[in-house]
């Protein structure tokens, strides 16, 4: 696919933007919750606002991704840049929680959309030899978003109003639409198909069903309670049906077939364990800043810059690598470090210096950020233009599902840890004054910090800690996984014409 040289780098611009706006979007939706409730209400249904984004999100990518292999990129990148920008006005109008939560899933049906075409549109259009380059480019404003996410979102709430973290979305949407409608011509034939309705329709109940079950497992619900059995088990009957659909389907949403292929395999199985891993980093650093260190919610996010600026520079090194060694090689440093990093963030306690801790960020950043180009690129290495769009978003889901599960398993463990600490000082009540305190947010706020007296205080300080430095030491279980994987991904690497691309072995 031939884009003009002089229209590249609008066209490269209106991914990025997409791209950015797209990843932002949950972190920075996710600062905010706390204002949001306060003036909305429902703090009984909040849970809905995250997991209705999250659950049209992981389903729409990979049928978004068959479809745009199926009739074209550009339709459906733009229909899904349209949707954000609707769900995202919408959601700014929002006059009460079950509003934002309906309003959250048209958000997220455009995201699903956005996020794995983009990648898909950069391999259509770069040539070979830059890849390395834009890959990287790509990855940083991924990692960044990720982690800019709850600073800009609390300083938006702080500052303006919560409301503006869905309208920034507008003019920043409407820039990318009009230079992918304006530069990006599309010129592939693509063929008619068969659309895979079985498929679709079954992979998005059973994630459906095990989005809720995880989400309100525990605290709406107890885990053993009827209705989180039956989510479980819808999730499951449904999943069956739904393997059992794409053996049969002429053209299935996801194609078993690519699995075959072992470093796309390899690839998608070491980015779920990345995600596991990597949201830890990105959403408990600053609960320990506000909480044991006292900071305000804008200091927190701003804490996490030395792990944003480590990543970008991780990402665009791993991108400028790939043309020089196998992914493979790029993938075993990368693994390395981010297992030394989380190791490093499973020391911290009170007593850990500002200086100890952004080294370790750093340390925990250079590992992540190497994914966020490399697994792009590897992901979708062996395979032609009419199978990328299915390749990258299948990558895509299934690195947002690790990030989804591992936040969900280790924000148990961590409010289940915070919770056992907090009764051996105070009691089986679980706090002073009888009341519970495993709700980190609620308890850590400055409001509630100036209402408990000083000793009581230090207590709670120390079990925050130890929950969440207890935390990223069984956050390793997924990083040495990614590990354990990496060999597997062979000897390819990024294919430059002219050069002979190095096999598998």
């Known amino acids: 696919m031939s884009v003009k040289q002089t229209h590249m780098g609008f066209v490269l611009a209106g991914l990025l933007l997409g791209i950015f706006t797209a990843a932002i979007d949950n972190t920075i939706v996710a600062t905010a919750m706390g204002t949001i409730v306060a003036d909305l209400g429902g703090l009984d249904k909040f849970v809905w606002v995250t997991s209705a984004y999250l659950v049209t999100e992981m389903a729409g990518m990979p049928i978004f991704g068959k479809l745009s292999d199926m009739y074209g990129r550009k339709r459906f990148f733009v229909l899904g840049i349209l949707l954000f920008l609707a769900g995202s006005v919408l959601c700014g109008t929002a006059h009460n929680i079950i509003e934002l939560s309906v309003y959250r899933a048209i958000q997220g049906i455009g995201g699903g959309a956005m996020m794995p075409i983009a990648f898909t549109i950069l391999f259509d259009i770069i040539p070979p030899e830059k890849r390395g380059a834009m890959g990287g480019m790509f990855g940083a404003v991924f990692g960044a978003s990720s982690l800019i996410g709850p600073l800009l979102g609390a300083y938006i709430t702080d500052h303006i109003h919560w409301r503006w973290i869905f309208y920034i979305n507008v003019p920043i949407g409407l820039v990318a639409l009009v230079l992918l409608l304006v530069f ?140 020089k060694t196998s992914y493979r090689n790029i993938m075993l440093v990368s693994a390395v470090i981010l297992i030394a990093g989380t190791w490093l963030l499973s020391t911290i ?48 889901f299934v690195r947002s599902l690790g990030m989804t599960v591992g936040l969900t398993v280790f924000g148990i463990m961590q409010r289940n840890l915070l919770k056992g600490k907090l009764e051996e000082v105070f009691g089986g009540a679980g706090g002073p004054g009888g009341q519970t305190m495993g709700n980190t947010r609620e308890l850590l706020s400055p409001e509630r910090r100036a209402s408990i007296p000083k000793e009581v205080m230090d207590h709670i300080v120390s079990a925050l800690s130890s929950s969440i430095s207890t935390m990223f030491l069984w956050a390793l279980v997924p990083a040495v996984l990614a590990l354990v994987f990496v060999p597997y991904m062979g000897n390819s690497r990024l294919v430059i014409p002219g050069k002979p691309e190095k096999k598998a072995s």
């Open 184 to 323: 990006y011509k599309e010129s592939l034939e693509h063929s008619k198909q068969r659309i895979d309705w079985w498929g679709a329709a079954t992979l998005v109940g059973a994630v459906v069903c095990l989005m809720f079950a995880l989400e309100l497992g525990g605290q709406e619900f107890a885990w053993d309670s009827s209705v989180i059995l039956s989510l479980f088990a819808g999730a499951a009957v449904l999943t069956a049906v739904f393997l059992y659909a794409e053996t049969k389907a002429a053209e299935p949403i996801v194609s078993f077939s690519m699995f075959r292929k072992r470093l796309f395999a390899a690839s998608t199985i070491i980015g779920l364990f990345y995600g596991a891993a990597f949201i830890t980093f990105a959403m408990y650093i600053p609960i320990f800043v506000q909480g044991v260190r006292g900071g305000s919610a804008t200091n927190s996010g701003l804490i996490l810059l030395p792990m944003t600026l480590a990543s970008v520079a991780a990402a665009q090194i791993g991108g400028f690598a790939s043309t």
């Open 349 to 396: 306690d009170p007593g850990t210096s500002q200086t100890a801790l952004t080294l370790f960020m750093i340390v925990a950043g250079l590992g992540v950020g190497f994914s966020f180009s490399v697994l792009g690129m590897s992901g979708i290495h062996d395979f032609d233009m009419r199978q990328r769009g299915s390749a990258s978003s299948t990558m895509s």
